[in-house]
DNA sequence: ATCGTTCGTGAATACGTATTCAAGGACAAT
DNA sequence: ATTGTCCTTGAATACGTATTCACGAACGAT
């Protein structure tokens, strides 16, 4: 069995034409008489030639490869976020790199490894970066784009729903359908999305003379969610309407309800954020605020491509804004309409 | 601001040292003596340099990238083995580059670009691929392994979970448990998957000499699910049991129960396949053949590393028993003990 | 003092491609 | 016939690293 990779030499030889001219046919952006560009391609099937896409990318310093770290695979919300991203990458010649970590330390002893493999730009979602290393980056003219968590203050680029907008949106349907004790189940404390979902629906409450609502940690899982409703429901004084820093915990919320046989929405209202797919399902018929994942991934790429175009572009930030979607989890008064968080 | 990569040769030049002697220091499998290493080490931070992985790798022949192609990512099994196969390549100095495709036609346009990167081996998750690549791959000396698929009858490696005899321990349950009418919900027809879990079910009922069951078409996914529940519940001899080829068409096919007010599993069991996270949520507390997904990870790996080392090894196929997973939507018998399906 | 061995280092080369430069040929205009 | 332009091609070089080879120094044994 012949092991020996073809290498353009080879092709050449065989085409007896020179290597530039082989090179000329497969980058195909140089002209080549057509008679010459046959003779060459019928050399490089005969013998299964592809080019080296590394020694390629020594010498045109792209890589085409875009570095992709990612926290929290577990949480619904990313596969799908992972999928339509890999799948626009693709379709625009590009290939993803994939890191999986912890969210918070490893991002940073990540990059490295990523930097190092040339990377044309790097995704971050659902995790942070540190400032030495967005330096580092810069330096090196890799565009970083953080991927729905900014780092408040901080020069870098990011694209995020606009999660304070989602707050405020929630904290208006609750008190507009009579709610009068509102929880708040958290998600992983110091992540953007948390704190600023929270800080939108705490900053409308106090707006509309509402100041006190019940707060429980949580963990942006399913468990967490479930044990912190458990907790609220135990009270003396339950709330009636519990905002959820995510879908996957207001699921388990919604779990934690039915097992005391809470009638929803009418005894409780819960309102989640994300839409995953399992929102939708008869079991739970989440009402939520949907995250515009296509529109935040477009911004995300257009960002990206601008970026490698010309590495010095300022950071900036977009917010989205999110959309509501109305299911059977939540009473809403009647002249609510679905309408997108502004 | 410098933008300027820096290479070997820059760390060389101020370490006042040969290129050849940075390469040692980075590479660091040849002896270099201590003190002119700590003064490479010195320049290489002051410069702030990283070896680049292309031009190594270009030399060594090997990128230490494993190609993972893709399929079905919001299936909520996959998810979960994407994240421990990264951890896991991360975790034994790999990096993973991901492709997303349809589960047909597009692997094999997909695999000439992961060769052009020169991948070291490439993993297939639920999806398959045509004899002629695998050919093409086994040329080039780049192993492929299948994960949770199989061509029966073609030379590749692959590894699944023994869907054949989880399907026989499906049978056996429900027969064991006193129910008559059976059903199958299917997956994606021509998917070795849905084919062995069929088969295994429908073999050991023939065996037992309960050759009739009830039939409805799937795709994996949590509508089909319902839909075809839905079909089988609607009938005037609706079945007391039935066998999803998934977890998440059994959530459907529980909820559409659900939706009909059919007691479970008093009146209807219902068993799935994968063991997936919200299998055990209290919504649904699946009854279910779990996959064992560390095990089926380990042994890709090996049969990866095997190959790695030599190309030339045997295809081979490594079937991982499942194990049942009691839980609430099956009927069983009390002898029934939580076993491995052999 | 001589020899053989080991250790540390540098010069040179290879990996497989893209790109620059020069050159040759064809061809039209004069 | 001469000049100039365009088109096509090949030779040479660069990308950034690992590795081979050779060489000198150091060192222990005799």
Redesign the pocket.
Known sequence: MLR?????????RIA????????????D?????????D?VLAAARKLG?????????????RTDIVGIVMADMTNPFYPTVLEKLTQRLQSTGRRALLFNVTPDRDVDDTLPLLLQYQVDAIIITSATISSEMTNECARRGTPVILFNRYVPGAEMSAVSCDNVAGGRLVADLFLNAGHTRLAYIAGRKNTSTNLDREKGFGERLRERGCPDWLYEPGEYTYESGFAAAQRLLARNDPPDAIFCANDIMAMGALDAARELAIKIPDALSIIGFDDIPAAGWPAYRLTTIQQPVDQMIEATLEMLDARIKDPDLAPVHRWIPGALIKRCSAKIRDAETTSHAK
């Open positions: 020996k990779k073809t290498s353009s030499n080879d092709v050449a007896r034409v020179s290597q530039s001219t082989v090179s000329r046919v497969f980058s952006s140089d002209a080549v008489r057509q008679k010459t560009r003779k030639y592809a080019p080296n896409a590394l020694a390629r990318s020594l010498i045109t310093r």
